[in-house]
């Protein structure tokens, strides 16, 4: 089932640096379900495809969502090859950890 806005534990914090335009989708600020949505359908989240982050955002918190609930669901699509980093499998600190911060590679889903 969708994460909905008052089950992510980073949604304030995701909103502030969404780029998506519709905030009315179901994904707005949602990062692990848009990751999932956009890779389900082959294309690759807005926030990774070269668009430039806002720099007042770039001081956002990192770290935030340890206990998410998705991390376990998020486990199962993770392609990332770094299994002891912190932020496996929590999409919102990994896309806020490489976006913007001049970190390479990106995210390894996108």
């Not at 969502?65 to 999409?91: G, I, M, Q, W």
Request: aromatic share 6%; net charge positive.
């Amino acid at each position: 089932m969708a994460t909905k806005p008052s089950e992510c534990p980073n949604y304030e914090v995701n909103r502030q640096m969404c780029p998506r335009q519709d905030t009315e989708s179901p994904t707005y600020a949602i990062c692990c379900e848009c990751v999932r949505a956009n890779g389900s359908s082959g294309k690759t989240a807005l926030c990774m495809t070269g668009i430039e982050r806002p720099r007042e955002t770039r001081s956002l918190p990192i770290g935030q969502a340890p206990d998410c609930k998705n991390r376990t669901r998020n486990e199962e699509t993770c392609t990332c090859y770094e299994r002891s980093c912190t932020r496996l499998a929590t999409c919102c600190d990994c896309i806020r950890f490489h976006w913007g911060h001049s970190v390479w590679p990106k995210v390894a889903c996108m």
